[in-house]
């Protein structure tokens, strides 16, 4: 018979907050993304890794693991945004079996356009809220956590972001 850890007042009130905090973050920027450039979160997300791969493409297993989703929620997406003409997917020429997404060039220009508004919910939303100790004792907490939750136990994601933000001006 397994012993429950159970949270101690401390701990529950941190895993609120923590939880309070993600969701409400999470929406604002979802929302605020939806009415300007017309798409959730997740597409946002899906060109930024794109966009920051060489010649803007990527393994469409390789994409949903940098991505943190399913391979299924992330085809389907790419399906959409393939309709739309921000992406482009063909065959790995090494692999039959793989397949490769491409940011199309409208697609870039989706990201470019959707990206000052974007960058702008992201700072109103997290940072605007936090000072520069705030900011990094956050990011060291969610860099554990992602390392711990995440199945290559490793973070930042090759290709993510380094010390001095993102190598584009947008945020994921």
């Known amino acids: ?32 993304l939806q009415s300007g450039a017309g798409m959730p979160l997740a597409y946002y997300e899906i060109l930024v890794r794109l966009s920051e791969a060489p010649d803007r493409t990527l393994r469409m297993s390789v994409l949903a693991d940098s991505a943190l989703s399913s391979r299924s929620r992330v085809s389907h997406a790419v399906a959409r945004m393939q309709d739309a003409g921000w992406i482009a997917r063909r ?44 900011q990094a004792a956050l990011r060291v907490a969610a860099e554990a956590i992602v390392a711990h939750l995440s199945d290559g136990g490793e973070w930042p994601l090759a290709g993510d972001a380094g010390p001095d933000g993102p190598s584009r001006p947008h945020a994921s």
């Open 91 to 134: 065959s790995c020429p090494t692999d039959r079996r793989g397949q490769l997404a491409e940011l199309t060039d409208a697609g870039l220009a989706v990201l470019e356009e959707a990206a000052p508004d974007h960058v702008e919910s992201v700072r109103e939303a997290v940072f605007d809220a936090l000072d520069r100790d705030q």
């Open 1 to 32: 018979m397994s012993h429950t850890r159970w949270l101690d007042d401390d701990e529950q009130r941190t895993w609120r907050a923590f939880l309070a905090a993600t969701r409400l973050a999470s929406d604002k920027v979802e929302r605020r």
